[in-house]
């Protein structure tokens, strides 16, 4: 989906919860979905479980590369399963 959420992420210098955050929420909102739903499937992209830490601390932890490589292998699966 162009303007989704891996265009987002490649463009930050890094990804903390002050520059992730934002971004996203205003794609949410975009796109007339919860918060719930997004970060939701984020979340078990870039960690694996349904229940984490915070997302936006815990995608700083992982770190910019792998959580785009997580996100990158996420859009896969979902593309070829569906």
Do not use: D
């Amino acid at each position: 989906m162009p303007g989704g959420v891996l265009p987002i992420l490649e463009e930050l210098s890094e990804i903390t919860p002050e520059t992730a955050e934002p971004p996203l929420r205003a794609l949410v909102e975009e796109l007339g979905l919860s918060a719930g739903q997004v970060f939701g499937l984020l979340r078990v992209a870039i960690t694996g479980q349904t229940v984490s830490p915070p997302l936006f601390e815990s995608m700083a932890i992982v770190g910019k590369i792998k959580v785009l490589e997580r996100v990158r292998n996420a859009i896969l699966l979902l593309e070829t399963t569906a």
